[in-house]
């Protein structure tokens, strides 16, 4: 097996270019005229014009087709030049970057031509696109002969054309994992069980990291200093073993592929973003100008959405990628690179202050996706949840695997269905008794067979699952989780778990009852059963217990991130926002933004440690069945900004336009107002 650890001796690239375009150009055998209109001046003229200063260029399709005089591949049967080589001397001249793309496991004609070549899933079936099936594509296995053809178009594409990188898409093998013959014959050969899914997994895992073992070795021997990406393989995993974290040595930098119009939506690159954040690897973000998703031809991105995606990059320390797709005949289009212009020039103008920079955050949040025996779907209801609910209260906040170092974080919130084995038992131990706080929800903090909670530090006895499918919750009088909170018995869509608190613990919250659980014989009215007490009623001594604190713990017992996500009840929200602030009192920013306004810290270096403060406010509308729609920018006047930035400030300004902003400062706060706020700002603080 390949050690994933190994670190490759990889050449030193340079800070990726912020302005980038992803250029497709799957183009089907059957279209005639391939290329014939493609100008090289145009073609560098309209980039430059819309101020993009790298584009991916494609050396290989998903089609299987080849867009250069290949001796390897095979290329495009209605292709009369050299498109690729082209493409490249040309951007070259107008000192724009040119990575080259390749595709690995969609290859229609290695798939029509190599039937051995075929994933075949746990059924029998040939992974991908069927017979009759009008969308998708065939799978090829990376653990078969068709690994050597990929690697000798690569060197092919390197060694025959100064490319200043490769992006490799879609790497990856279906899951659980491929049973074709060469990958039943690995399995037989070292006695592994072809039935266990787990042994499939692993396997796919293993199979995948020596491919990338493979490729990178090759092009950082041919070309030391290029860039190297492998799409489709970001993942969210709390184990890091399992995720990305011990591929990051194949890579160069990190590229999040994120079309919110087309399958990703609205919370994807945010929840991608602030996990990758904490990888140290260079960051891009990639959306597309297309309405919807990839080869959306004709259909065009607003220009607030496409703002908003791109500023969003920015505010999470990334540089920008927007996806497009080259017309058959060779031509791009014009109005498609007007809008990315537009956008851009304003990225252009914001660079200085966006190099170099690294996300400042004061909450971790352990991921749930990954958590044994967790539903996936429930997983990322969780992570999303919690995602929503700390974007709209203004926390700045990263999402952490098992592995990350959790020093640097004030706090740590434990989503829904976070178990704590032996190994994350003994370093949330270590954080606590260093002044670590922690805010669990749900079923977090319970061992791997939800029998305890092995931290005695949170004060819970396990009483096992909640018998009631839809309980109650009541915050009495003016505690501390009462702010925002009406005065309601508030329902509680989602089941919770059942604890008794040990004696010191503070009681912060408690469970109404309902008449009897809903079935087919005890029912009432239409939906879930009322409570079982009159709202003005003081509630029996022995009532559940549904929030309780415990030291620098605060448990809710209760999934309420996953039910935020699902429900979208603002209370849920309001709880969590309020357990997080009993603990953490003093955020670093507090901005009075909308819920659908976004804050982002960023540490800028070598710019002698200032921070940039990102606000963003785009607010997204639902206007058909499955799309979330940006149109309109809508300004935000005079709004209110404190900062603790842990130094005395010699400065606050705007950029780009270094407007100042004066100030006030306390010995520990500064308070400022930024005059107005259209669409996305940058507030510049100096020490």
Known sequence: MVDPLVVLRCGVMEELMFRQVHLDFHTSGEIPGVGQDFDADAFVGLLREARVNSVTCFAKCHHGFSYYPTNVGVPHPHLQRD?????????????????????????????????????????????????????????????????????????????????????????????????????????????????????????????????????????????????????????????????????LPYYTHVEIESLPSG?????????????????????????????????????????????????????????CSIGDQMHPRGRLERAAYDRIGDVYRSVEAKEPWCRGVRSVAEIGVLLASGQPAVDPRAAQDSDEGALRILLESGYTFHFLDAEADLSEYPLLLLPDCIRVGPFLAQKLRDYLAQGGRLVLTGESGLDTGRSAFPLRELGLNSLGESPWNTPYLRVEGAGPLARDVEPLDHVLYERGWAVQPVAEAEWLARVVVPYFNRDHVHFMSHAQTPPSISPEAPLPPDAPAAAVRHGNTVYLAFPFCRAYRRHGNRVYKTLVRNAIDLLLPDRMVTASLPSSGQVTVLRQAEASDRLVVHLLYYPAERRTPQIDVIEDVVPLQEVSLTLRPGFRPSRMYEAPTESPLPFNWDGHAARLTLPRLQGHAMVVVEP
Request: neutral net charge; proline residues 2%.
């Open 83 to 247: 498109l690729l080589g082209e493409q490249v001397e040309a951007c070259h001249r107008a000192g724009i970057r040119v990575p080259a793309y390749i595709t690995v496991v969609w290859d229609e004609y290695a798939a029509a031509t190599h039937q051995e070549y075929l994933q075949i899933d746990r059924q029998g079936r040939e992974v991908g696109r069927g017979p009759l099936d009008v969308y998708g594509w065939r799978w090829l296995c990376m653990n078969t002969a068709y690994v050597d053809y990929v690697a000798a178009q690569t060197e092919e594409v390197l060694r025959r054309y100064d490319v200043d990188g490769i992006f490799f898409d879609i790497v990856k093998q279906t899951a659980p994992g491929c049973v074709c013959d060469a990958c039943r014959k690995r399995l037989h050969d070292r006695g592994l069980d072809l039935t266990d899914d787990g042994t499939l997994q692993a396997q796919s895992l293993e199979i995948a990291r020596e491919f990338m073992h493979r490729m990178t070795s090759l092009v950082h021997h041919i070309r030391p200093g290029a860039s190297v990406f492998y799409n489709s393989r970001l993942r969210l995993d709390a184990d890091g073993q399992r995720g990305v974290r011990h591929e």
């Open 263 to 319: 399958a990703w939506g609205y919370n994807h690159y945010p929840l991608f973003a602030r996990h990758f954040q904490t990888l140290n690897k260079d960051l891009m973000g990639m959306t597309a100008r297309f309405h919807k998703g990839w080869a959306d031809f004709g259909g065009l991105k607003n220009r607030a959405a496409l703002e908003y995606e791109c500023f969003a990059m920015l505010a999470s320390g990334a540089k």
